[in-house]
Nanobody
Framework: QVQLRESGGGSVQAGGSLRLSCAAS????????MGWFRQAPGKEREGLAT???????VYADSVKGRFSISQDNGKDTLYLQMNHLKPDDAATYYC?????????????????????WGQGTQVTVSS
């Protein structure tokens, strides 16, 4: 049973930083593609970054250079470090996971592939 729980959301001024955490039980990185996604009101869910081991990190163009995805050594917490935040980054942020499958790349573009989702954490960015 995979369970995901996000934390670390909050309010920040534009240009500021936040670090989101995702406590993941039952989903070790050696078998699961992990990712961060967000959804703003009235918009579609957007893939931000995915993690499948240290060499398997993929970022969406919208956050490349500003956001960084990582996992702790114990492999039970996924992080999203968000720097230089903009008002457009305001959204509910979700952690998600799916079992790795050969031939199916671990990428934030394949949102529908992800089968396990957390409840989300809210991020507000004021200008």
């Amino acid at each position: 049973q995979v369970q995901l729980r996000e934390s670390g959301g909050g309010s920040v001024q534009a240009g500021g930083s936040l670090r989101l955490s995702c406590a993941a039980s039952g989903a070790t990185s050696s078998r699961f593609c992990m990712g961060w996604f967000r959804q703003a009101p009235g918009k579609e869910r957007e893939g931000l970054a995915t993690f499948f081991g240290v060499g398997g990190v993929v970022y969406a163009d919208s956050v490349k250079g500003r956001f960084s995805i990582s996992q702790d050594n114990g492999k039970d917490t996924l992080y999203l470090q968000m720097n230089h935040l903009k008002p457009d980054d305001a959204a509910t942020y979700y952690c998600a996971a799916r079992a790795f499958a050969f031939g199916t790349p671990c990428t934030p573009k394949r949102i529908s592939d992800f089968t396990y989702w957390g409840q989300g954490t809210q991020v507000t960015v004021s200008s």
